[in-house]
């Protein structure tokens, strides 16, 4: 995945440890700043590739 396809619930996998993505941002050139839970922040480029998990909603109909 990259900043284009990251959402907000998303887990991200940063040097091993993962993540979860609270808010987002769109910035100019394609750019997006991701929000995690845990307080920390980064800007993506929308070519710079991204470990990301996406939990399925539990409880959800199918």
């Known amino acids: 995945?990259?900043?284009a396809?990251?959402?907000v619930g998303d887990l991200a996998s940063?040097?091993?440890v993962e993540?979860?993505?609270?808010?987002?941002?769109?910035?100019c050139g394609g750019r997006k700043?991701?929000?995690?839970e845990s307080g920390e922040e980064m800007t993506l480029d929308s070519t710079t590739p991204l470990v990301?998990?996406?939990p399925?909603?539990?409880?959800?109909a199918r």
């Open 1 to 3: 995945m990259n900043a």
């Open 5 to 7: 396809t990251v959402i």
């Open 14 to 16: 940063l040097e091993g």
């Open 19 to 27: 993540f979860r993505v609270a808010n987002m941002f769109t910035l």
């Open 33 to 36: 700043r991701i929000l995690f």
């Open 52 to 54: 990301v998990r996406r």
């Open 56 to 60: 399925r909603a539990s409880g959800l």
